[in-house]
Antibody, heavy 119, light 108 residues
Framework: QVQLQESGPGLVKPSQTLSLTCAVSGESISSGGYYWSWIRQLPGQGLEWIGYIFYSGTTNYNPSLKSRLSMSVDTSKNQFSLKLSSVTAADTAVYYC???????????WGQGTLVTVSS | DIQMTQSPSSLSASVRDRVTITCRASQSISTYLNWYQQKPGKAPRLLIYAASSLQSGVPSRFSGSGSGTDFTLTISGLQPEDFATYYCQQSSSTPPYTFGQGTKLEIK
């Protein structure tokens, strides 16, 4: 059974960089076939697709975040990461990591982690 | 970006009712449309993928249909555990893979 678990600071100061890691168990990222994704949910609002990374390192980012966004993958640790720079209060959200099967939907999600941007 | 518009934004219904939620894409996405259920404080759960395929483990009272720009999610015979927020998401070849704004299904 595939499980994903987000980790990282729950509080980030404005203008700093938000960094999160997603540890994957039950599935090898290197096996291919999936897009390892990040989605966020602003407080009381809907879902926003942030982007994904493939095991090879190929990425696809939401254009609205692209200039501040970086994703990486560490196949040796079976985890992938997100960095969002120059954060503001508008980046306060629950961040989910997830496994995207491409045309068959996002079938596995982490529990989500709340990141608050505040001084 | 492809915009996804759900209607209604909220809906009140009773147990055993049949309900339909609509999702419209701003351009054709063929059948690259997924539906998710989210309960408070929980991650979303995939219900339907590719517009009409039922995800493993999801009860058969959930069904999806549509293609192109217009899609529906139908729940036949609402159960108490179905009261939640539902989101559609397009997964066409053109990221970002946008979500609808959500439909909150409440008990009448």
């Amino acid at each position: 059974q595939v499980q994903l678990q987000e980790s990282g600071p729950g509080l980030v100061k404005p203008s700093q960089t938000l960094s999160l890691t997603c540890a994957v168990s039950g599935e090898s990222i290197s096996s291919g076939g999936y897009y390892w994704s990040w989605i966020r949910q602003l407080p009381g609002q809907g879902l926003e697709w942030i982007g994904y990374i493939f095991y090879s390192g190929t990425t696809n980012y939401n254009p609205s975040l692209k200039s501040r966004l970086s994703m990486s993958v560490d196949t040796s640790k079976n985890q992938f990461s997100l960095k969002l720079s120059s954060v503001t209060a508008a980046d306060t959200a629950v961040y989910y990591c997830a496994r995207d099967t491409s045309y068959s939907g996002i079938d596995c999600w982490g529990q989500g982690t709340l990141v608050t941007v505040s001084s | 970006d492809i915009q996804m518009t759900q209607s209604p934004s909220s809906l009140s219904a009773s147990v055993r009712d049949r309900v339909t939620i609509t999702c419209r894409a701003s351009q054709s996405i063929s059948t690259y449309l997924n539906w998710y259920q989210q309960k408070p404080g929980k991650a979303p759960r995939l219900l339907i993928y590719a517009a009409s395929s039922l995800q493993s483990g999801v009860p058969s009272r959930f069904s999806g249909s549509g293609s192109g720009t217009d899609f529906t999610l139908t729940i036949s015979g609402l159960q108490p555990e179905d009261f939640a927020t539902y989101y559609c998401q397009q997964s066409s070849s053109t990221p970002p893979y946008t979500f609808g704004q959500g439909t909150k299904l409440e008990i009448k």
